[in-house]
């Protein structure tokens, strides 16, 4: 079992900044992959990144160049620069453990002037 608690959402305006943390505890040796991903009002859940255990990241088209995403030991972090309102979303850490994924309960991002 691992438990995630994400933390660092907020309301931020348009070309601003913010760092996500996702507080990883429980069996987080076994965690091959963590990822970020986000779910707007009326949409589908998507991944916005992700790292594996050794250290590969991945992210989606529409977030490269403006959102980092790295680890340390039991935390993720995602660092969001330059943001736009089409960023406005709950926020959710995910960790990947032997074929099993657990979520967090996520955090809300605005991005509004």
């Known amino acids: 079992q691992v438990q995630l608690v994400e933390s660092g959402g907020g309301l931020v305006q348009p070309g601003g900044s913010l760092r996500l943390s996702c507080a990883a505890s429980g069996s987080i040796s076994g965690i091959a992959i963590m990822g970020w991903y986000r779910q707007a009002p009326g949409k589908q859940r998507d991944m916005v990144a992700s790292?594996?255990?050794?250290?590969r990241s991945d992210y989606v088209d529409s977030v490269k160049g403006r959102f980092t995403i790295s680890r340390d030991n039991a935390r993720v972090y995602l660092q969001m620069n330059s943001l736009e309102p089409e960023d406005t979303a709950v926020y959710y850490c995910?960790?990947?453990?032997?074929?099993?994924?657990?979520w967090g309960q996520g955090t809300q991002v605005t991005v509004s002037s």
């Open positions: 790292i594996t255990v050794g250290g």
């Open positions: 995910r960790a990947g453990l032997y074929g099993t994924y657990y």
